[in-house]
């Protein structure tokens, strides 16, 4: 069973910081490749940050880049976005994903269908002006 649990949404105002986490069992997390998505609404789903399956390699969006970073932590089976410099524009609902199966790099991510990945359910982000 994959399961992907995500935290540390909330409201702040605009300059703040979040770290947000999502814990995975087990299965999921040991090989492979995570990512962030979030989605605002009324919008289609955006492409924030990946990760490899060792921790080696990342990728940013361009919107993101110079602000968020993503890691992981091996031991607690859990993969981080740490969110600085937050702007209005950054409110949305962020998902973590999980690659299904090792065929694709990281830096396609952004082109990969949402059938690619288990997701988890979601953590809001709400950034006032």
């Known amino acids: 069973q994959v399961l992907l649990v995500e935290s540390g949404g909330g409201l702040v105002q605009a300059g703040a910081s979040l770290r947000l986490s999502c814990a995975a069992s087990?299965?999921?997390?040991?090989?492979?490749?995570m990512a962030w998505f979030r989605q605002a609404p009324g919008k289609e789903r955006e492409f924030v940050a990946a990760?490899?399956?060792?921790?080696?390699?990342?990728y940013y969006g361009d919107s993101v880049k110079g602000r968020f970073t993503i890691s992981r932590d091996t031991a607690k089976n859990t993969v981080y976005l740490q969110v600085d410099m937050l702007k209005p524009e950054d409110t949305a609902v962020y998902y973590c994903?999980?690659?299904?199966?090792?065929?694709?790099?990281?830096?396609?991510?952004?082109?990969?269908?949402?059938?690619?990945?288990?997701w988890g359910q979601g953590t809001q982000v709400t950034v006032s002006s």
């Open positions: 994903a999980a690659q299904k199966e090792s065929n694709s790099g990281i830096s396609n991510f952004p082109k990969l269908s949402s059938e690619d990945f288990y």
């Open positions: 087990r299965r999921t997390f040991s090989t492979a490749a």
């Open positions: 990760i490899s399956w060792n921790g080696v390699f990342t």
